[in-house]
């Protein structure tokens, strides 16, 4: 069949995605710069065709705990928001990862702190990497940096949920989520249906038959000893994560001198500065991790014999730069450069501060 | 008589619902939750739905009522179970799913997911357990303690000007469109217990009926927080908590 190109809202993509990899359930509430998600979806009135139920929330939190109640079932379920909103659902991200419910989200990040603004950021980066509710969890992390993969990773994301039943993020900013772009559509897919998620899913609530045992889903275990071999397990199956499932892509980084690290919408700034550095003369690379958690750790460590530098390029005030930091353990330079509060670096200042910082 | 003789099923007078496990229960001597929990029990035997019936326990002193009813459950961040339930059911039309949460869970920290289900007239049961106390953290001030009543963190008595009303949220639930049944009853003695399982019925039927919210209010005791024996537990609260959460109907539409 032909591939189906369309032209297309990174926020629009998101729903259009949802509805052709077969979610089950989207659960939301409105806020910039994501709204359009919401807005696609009831448009789209999926639950026409595929049968897809879709619910504006009455808040973020009860979106999040819907979406804890529809996984708990087996079901596919996704929600998105933006900073302000993502933060209101942490508690609830931590009970999905505590009871070790897959599902997605999605963040189209915005500046803050507090109700901030509604230009587009990166400063969720700690938040969503080092935990953000309470306890010891992580969310697998990925980072679009176009409007195609924020179509990609929608179904990537429930793939990954569904392998490690833990909840995955889409972490994008308000420039993905705000700008067109040609995307190659994904194909559709049939819903699964109950049975195949009883056959896939055993620890799934839908009612109990005579030949199994309860399902509880849960994240409460008040024996501290057994609560401690649960969290032994979550950290096993990090541990498999971080082994498996790192993502990242490297730009002109085989003669690098200096190296750019940047994801998502950054990271796209950053191509034009190699280019233009190249121009100049200056060997510079550019690695964009796609995961960022499990970080590209090892990817990162192994250009610290090669390069001169690395400048973590981030709309932020220097989160990412930490795990760089700890990657190449003090053998190299590693600076960062940022523009705070929703203002967009343009290429040349990102170039100027690579100059200044590390030449 | 030998006892092999009285077990004979013709004999029983009572048996504890097959739906109940072994489990001990953790709950005080003189709580309400145990009476309540085999009437949902009873309920959902009778009714044939024991394989299709999905249960969302709170955070409060029925947080482990997962551990007595043998069907599924989801556990709920604490005040959240309409939520949850409200995607269950969304997501899985066919199954009977109902929340059972206490008065801080369901009248204090989860109003709004309470609010907004029973006004969407989400099919589900809300069953509703008023002590007018926190009992699992140790008799704290509720929303529904009553004026005057002594609790850990009012231990002077709720005073109005300083922790406002006692919060009557099932006449609020009343209110709103998308209920189909609010009622109010309890389980101290053998006639209330049939009459509050006839309405815990009628609401499971809802349910399926799709009619809309069902909201059983369970005006009950705490022997613990309260600080009294049963027995002055029951009479306490016949006394001082009916007068204020009358029993009955609130709403109950044909």
Redesign the interface.
């Known amino acids: 069949m032909a591939e189906e190109i369309k032209l297309m809202k990174g926020n629009e993509v998101v729903a259009h995605a949802a509805i052709r990899y077969g979610v089950?359930?989207y659960?939301g509430y409105p806020i910039t710069p994501q709204s359009e998600i919401l807005e696609t979806l009831m448009a789209e009135m999926p639950w026409e065709t595929t049968g897809m139920?879709v619910?504006q929330?009455?808040?973020e939190?009860?979106?999040i705990?819907?979406?804890?109640?529809?996984a708990?079932?087996g079901?596919r379920?996704m929600t998105s928001s933006s900073s302000p909103g993502v933060s209101l659902k942490q508690?609830?991200i931590s009970?999905i990862a505590g009871?070790e419910l897959p599902c997605l989200i999605v963040n189209v990040m915005r500046g803050g702190p507090g109700l901030g603004t509604i230009q587009p950021s990166q400063a969720d980066y700690f938040q969503t990497v080092k935990g953000g509710g309470h306890g010891d969890y992580r969310l697998i992390t990925l980072a679009p940096s176009s409007v195609q993969e924020m179509a990609d990773f929608v179904g990537l994301g429930f793939d990954l949920a569904f392998k490690y039943c833990n909840p995955a993020i889409i972490l994008a900013d308000g420039i993905i989520g705000q700008m067109m772009e040609k995307v190659v559509m994904p194909p559709f897919r049939p819903r699964k249906t109950e049975e195949e998620i009883i056959a896939e899913c055993p620890w799934a609530?839908?009612?109990?038959?005579?030949n199994r045992k309860?399902?509880?889903?849960?994240?409460?275990e008040l024996d501290p000893a057994k609560m401690e071999e649960n969290n032994l397990r979550f950290q096993a199956k990090y541990r498999k994560i971080e082994e498996n499932e790192v993502r990242y892509e490297e730009f002109q980084c085989d003669d690098a001198e200096y190296l750019l690290v940047a994801f998502g919408s950054s990271a796209r700034i950053c191509q034009k500065v190699v280019e233009i550095a190249r121009g100049e003369g200056i060997k510079l690379g550019l690695l964009r991790p796609i995961t960022l958690w499990p970080f590209p750790t090892k990817a990162i460590a192994a250009y610290a014999d090669k390069v001169k530098g690395m400048l973590s390029v981030e709309l932020n005030a220097g989160q990412m730069v930490e795990d760089i930091r700890l990657a190449v353990n003090g053998k190299v330079k590693v600076e960062h450069f940022g523009r705070l509060g929703g203002i967009v670096f343009t290429p040349d200042e990102v170039l100027n501060a690579l100059k200044e910082k590390l030449f | 008589m030998e006892l092999n003789e009285i077990i004979k099923p013709e004999n029983l007078v009572y048996t504890k619902p097959e739906l109940m496990n072994d489990n001990p229960m953790h709950y005080c001597p003189g709580c309400s939750h145990g009476v309540i929990h085999k009437l949902i029990a009873e309920v959902i035997a009778e009714m044939g739905m024991e394989e299709k019936t999905i249960g969302v326990s709170p955070v409060g002193c029925a947080v482990f009522a997962y551990n007595y009813l043998d069907i599924d459950w989801e556990e709920a961040a604490h005040g959240r179970a309409p939520a949850i339930a409200t995607a269950i059911k969304r997501l899985n039309p066919e199954k009977m799913v109902f929340t059972y949460q206490g008065d801080g869970d369901l009248a204090a920290i989860g109003t709004a997911e309470t609010i907004h289900a029973a006004n969407r007239g989400e099919n589900i049961v809300i069953v509703f357990v008023n002590n007018a106390i926190y009992g699992m953290t140790g008799g704290q001030m509720a929303p529904t303690t009553l004026e005057g009543m002594p609790t850990a963190t009012c231990p002077y008595g709720r005073n109005i000007a300083l922790n406002g009303y006692p919060l009557k949220i099932g006449d609020l639930l009343a209110q709103l469109e998308g209920t189909c049944l609010v009622t109010r009853q309890s389980v101290q003695t053998a006639a209330a217990v049939r009459k509050a399982k006839k309405m815990l019925r009628k609401a499971f039927e809802n349910s399926m009926a799709g009619k809309g919210t069902s909201v059983v209010e369970f005006v009950s005791t705490c022997s613990s927080g309260w600080k009294m024996t049963p027995e002055k537990s029951n009479k306490w609260m016949e006394e001082n908590m009916f007068p204020f959460y009358p029993l009955g109907d609130l709403k109950n539409k044909e």
Do not use: H, P, R
């Open positions: 089950d359930g659960f139920v619910l929330a009455e808040s939190v009860a979106a705990n819907m979406v804890y109640g529809g708990g079932t079901k379920v508690e609830g009970y009871a609530v839908q009612g109990k038959t005579k309860a399902n509880v889903i849960t994240s409460l």
